[in-house]
């Protein structure tokens, strides 16, 4: 008997300390079988639940110093702001619980969109999970994104001015591996002299004040000229953006040259509107370098002279909004990036106030009227996401609040087809920003985990984005589609975006310790695929960007193509700084990526020749890390001596433009193969199928999550 009471309390007291036993089990000390429900509340049919609080974990005594030093500081903080902080922490509490109601939830947007299946590409996980769900571990839950996490990150130019880091910006990105790395190679902090900054490339050669005589009034182009430049708008925007209504624009155009002195009237909005389709129309058309002054730039410094005050802008709102968006697409041109988010956030709220953002009525408006402000809410919506994107901020409105229907073109179903896309693609942007990039970057939700849901979300549109705009890359046999081309791109870019901080927490541990880096790469196929995505968007981005390059269609102005190639240059650049071994064989990227740069800079953007130092800055510092294979060969070595020592200067381009896009294949074979999904009938030219995508997705597992949070508590990843 005696015997049995010592072997029954045995028992109790193993149970008791079962990490995984539930309340109740717990609470009448009886063996918990750990699962959810518990086999002895399965039977009894009793609710089970499990207090995470009793959990015993093991952590290392830094990871406890370093929270008691979290709590001090905050504590000290908390003494001297008491009423302040409580205020906005009740603030952040509520918008996280708001946030977190409204993250999974697809809303319409009326009725032509709901039936077109447009979402933000969150999937029903009904069914997804089938085993248990596990606890998720106190340990990681408290982990973070070190792109987003902690206190905000700033950088100081030159000139004294500082600017934001944001979390998702492309720009911030570089910038945060550019400081790092300088750091490990040279020991100092990384100089900002022949860096890029916000507004610094360009001179518009006005002070921005309308006081006084200011810039004088440019000679107005001829009216055949005009209609050159103004159709030079429409081939380069026409199909993604409405920057202007042709009907209403044209009439007014033929009007103020039917007189054979024109004589321009400053307080005409549409005066003004023409001015900046004038701008945009000497951009396309000038293809070469103006030093300082961007193209354009006369038309679009008076236009910004004469633009009157809100209150004028007001009387006049949809012709005001198109306005605003042509100032704020053409300073996104020219890199002033925080003038050019102001002004589309200026347009976003002129389109709100005129309920643009809703199923407007034709009936009572006018299905003329309803046209253009739905064909002008989606362009304001569309590069408001986009441009806040790159700002690594949050966005200005959720989707649920969106109601407007697509646009019919006047029967264009492709072309209809393609914004549907793209509104799509800048869901899965705003996807990305709130659950990869999202408040502090809490892992269990907004890193690996978010990852994967992130993923499912660019998976649900990729096999309509093959189908409807197949992408044929052979450079000699046919012409690609420019709008097919700028789809595929921001669909890469959305694979990027959600798996490159991977890059950055390993480049972090590559520069304590190589070997150490090496062994955590291995003992984890799921993140190690992830960052072989991440790869592989990026090279099928520049062999997008190099046969548009060869067959004349690169944009040089726009942002957008500069953008892709900035992002995916920076992705194959840390790639063998991580994994030498994996990622050997980018040289041919690599080329093609100077090869592309170049062609812009040929045609006078100014922007590029500095994205392109700050890249060979990068590639120097991290050759010095470990020598890359390909630098026993001059043919393939990409930074020479006279690029070293004179990085801002205009390189010629590539005498021979390397185009085998079968040779990119057999070079990514060796890793792509082990990535989940039938990888061997993938062409490079193809991408990902949306089964492909979701094999990733769903390969990314709780225990994921937590090996990479313990992973970046032992390396100090913040």
Same mark, same amino acid.
């Given at each position: ?104 939830? #697809? ?7 709901? =039936?077109?299946?447009?979402?933000? =590409? ?37 000139? =004294? ?257 393609? %914004? ?82 991977? %890059? ?136 020479? #001596? ?51 995508? %979701? ?24």
């Amino acid at each position: 008997l005696n015997s049995e009471m010592e072997s029954g309390s045995g028992r109790n007291k193993v149970s008791k300390r079962s990490s995984n036993a539930c309340v109740r089990c717990r609470r009448q000390k009886i063996k918990c079988s750990g699962s959810q429900p518990c086999d002895a509340c399965g039977k009894r049919k009793q609710s089970c639940t499990f207090d995470e609080r009793d959990q015993r974990i093991v952590v290392t005594r830094g990871y406890i110093i370093d929270l008691q030093q979290r709590i001090e500081r905050w504590e000290r903080s908390r003494s001297t702001n008491e009423s302040a902080e409580t205020s906005v922490e009740d603030g952040l509490h509520a918008d996280k619980a708001r946030h977190r109601g409204e993250s999974d939830v #697809d809303f319409p947007m009326g009725d032509d969109l709901s =039936g077109s299946n447009i979402s933000d =590409g969150t999937q029903d996980k009904k069914g997804q999970e089938t085993r248990p769900k596990v606890p998720i571990d106190p340990v990681a839950s408290t982990l973070t994104n070190p792109l987003s996490t902690g206190q905000s990150e700033y950088t100081t130019a030159p000139n =004294g001015r500082t600017y934001y880091l944001g979390t998702s910006s492309n720009w911030s990105f570089v910038r945060r591996v550019l400081s790092i790395t300088h750091q490990y190679v040279n020991k100092t902090p990384l100089p900002t002299t022949a860096l890029l900054f916000d507004a610094s490339t360009y001179s518009l050669d006005w002070n921005g004040y309308r006081a006084g005589d200011g810039p004088e009034m440019p000679a107005l182009p001829t009216q055949d000229y005009a209609i050159y430049l103004v159709n030079a708008v429409k081939f380069h925007c026409g199909q993604m953006f409405h920057l202007f209504d042709e009907e209403t624009f044209m009439k007014s155009l033929c009007h103020f040259y039917s007189d054979p002195n024109p004589r321009p009237d400053p307080t005409d909005l549409w005066f003004i509107h023409f001015l900046l389709i004038l701008s945009f129309g000497k951009a396309f058309t000038t293809k070469t370098s103006r030093g300082r002054r961007p193209p354009g730039h006369d038309f679009f410094v008076k236009a910004m002279q004469l633009l009157p005050d809100l209150s004028v802008l007001l009387r006049e709102p949809v012709l005001s909004t198109e306005i605003l968006c042509c100032v704020s697409l053409y300073m996104q041109c020219i890199d002033f990036r925080h003038c050019s988010h102001n002004f589309i956030g200026q347009a976003l709220r002129f389109a709100l106030g005129e309920g643009m953002h809703t199923d407007m009525p034709a009936q009572q408006l006018g299905e003329a009227y309803v046209e253009r402000c739905r064909r002008l809410w989606w362009t304001v919506h569309i590069l408001d996401r986009e441009m806040t994107s790159l700002f690594g901020l949050p966005p200005s409105i959720h989707d649920d609040y969106v109601l407007c229907q697509l646009p019919t073109y006047s029967g264009s179903v492709q072309r209809t087809a393609a %914004l549907r896309m793209r509104i799509k693609l800048s869901r899965v942007i705003g996807s990305i920003n709130r659950k990869v990039y999202g408040l502090d970057g809490r892992l269990n939700h907004k890193f690996m985990l978010g990852t994967k849901e992130v993923l499912a979300s660019v998976a649900e549109v990729a096999d309509e984005l093959q189908q409807s705009f197949a992408l044929p890359l052979e450079k000699d046999t046919s012409c690609i589609s420019r709008t097919s081309a700028h789809l595929h791109l921001l669909h890469h870019q959305c694979i990027v975006l959600a798996t490159r901080p991977l %890059l950055f927490c390993f480049l972090k541990i590559r520069f304590e310790s190589q070997s150490k880096c090496t062994e955590l790469l291995g003992s984890s196929q799921t993140v190690r695929n992830l960052i072989r995505m991440c790869i592989d968007s990026s090279q099928q981005m520049v062999s997008i960007l190099d046969c548009l390059q060869s067959q004349g269609l690169l944009e040089t102005f726009l942002p957008f193509d500069l953008e892709a190639i900035f992002v995916s240059a920076s992705s194959l650049l840390l790639g063998p700084a991580i994994d030498p071994q994996c990622f050997e064989c980018l040289d041919l990227s690599l080329e093609q990526v100077y090869v592309v740069f170049d062609e812009m800079i040929m045609a006078g953007n100014s922007v590029a020749k500095f994205r392109k130092s700050e890249l060979q800055q990068l590639e120097s510092m991290l050759q010095q890390l470990t020598p890359w294979p390909s630098q026993a060969s001059e043919q393939t070595t990409l930074v020479g #001596d006279a690029r070293q020592t004179q990085p801002l200067e205009n390189t010629s381009p590539q005498d021979t433009v390397v185009s085998s896009i079968a040779t990119d294949h057999s070079q990514n074979e060796s890793y792509s193969s082990s990535i989940p999904g039938n990888m061997d009938d993938m062409a490079y030219d193809s991408g990902l199928t949306m089964a492909q995508l %979701l094999d990733m997705a769903n390969s990314i597992e709780q225990e994921d999550s937590e090996w990479m949070s313990q992973t970046i508590v032992e390396h100090s990843i913040w």
